[in-house]
Nanobody, 124 residues
């Protein structure tokens, strides 16, 4: 059992930045691969990024490469998503996710736990 709580969402103009945070249960955090998905209105839930607990390796969706950076601080039980050069297309609810696997994946079914989501809105 693990609880995930996202924070850091909000309203930002195109070209701006936000940093999302996800806090997780301490007893299990270091043994989970962590990641982020997002869902825009009328669209399917979409993979954004993940970070492995086994080697710290990261993966990104093509749409966010070079703009977003995922990181984790195991001592603080927190994973981050730094989002730069934001575009209106990035507007979505962003969900923190966790997997028992030492590696993640791009499919929703690969993850065991989900946060409640935090809204990111990028205006033109």
């Amino acid at each position: 059992q693990v609880q995930l709580v996202e924070s850091g969402g909000g309203l930002v103009q195109a070209g701006g930045s936000l940093r999302l945070s996800c806090s997780a249960s301490r007893r299990t955090f270091s043994s989970f691969t962590m990641g982020w998905f997002r869902q825009a209105p009328g669209k399917e839930r979409e993979f954004v990024s993940d970070i492995s607990w086994s080697d710290g390796g990261t993966n990104y969706a093509d749409s966010v490469k070079g703009r977003f950076t995922i990181s984790r601080d195991n001592a603080e039980n927190t994973v981050y998503l730094q989002m730069n050069s934001l575009k209106p297309e990035d507007t979505a609810v962003y969900y923190c996710v966790a997997s028992y696997s030492p590696y993640g994946g791009r499919a929703v079914r690969e993850y065991d736990y989900w946060g409640q989501g935090t809204q990111v809105t990028v205006s033109s």
